[in-house]
């Protein structure tokens, strides 16, 4: 079985959606889907912090990334 510290944890995410535009950044619970999805995996005491990486693109979602200091 892998060790959790060989695997590499990604969101990806972006705002030109087809069906629902900005999807990810719209008001939800006081925050936004991508804030929450972040925070989620931030908090996690399972998840090491250093494997954890974000696939976007759009400048909005770059904003947020790097108040949060990750990698994108």
Known sequence: MK???DICFIIQARTQSTRVPN???RPFADSNLFTIAINKILQSKIIPKDNFYLSIMDEEL???AKKY???Y
């Open 69 to 71: 200091n990750i990698f």
């Open 3 to 5: 060790d959790i510290k």
């Open 62 to 64: 770059v904003n947020i």
């Open 23 to 25: 999807k990810m950044l």
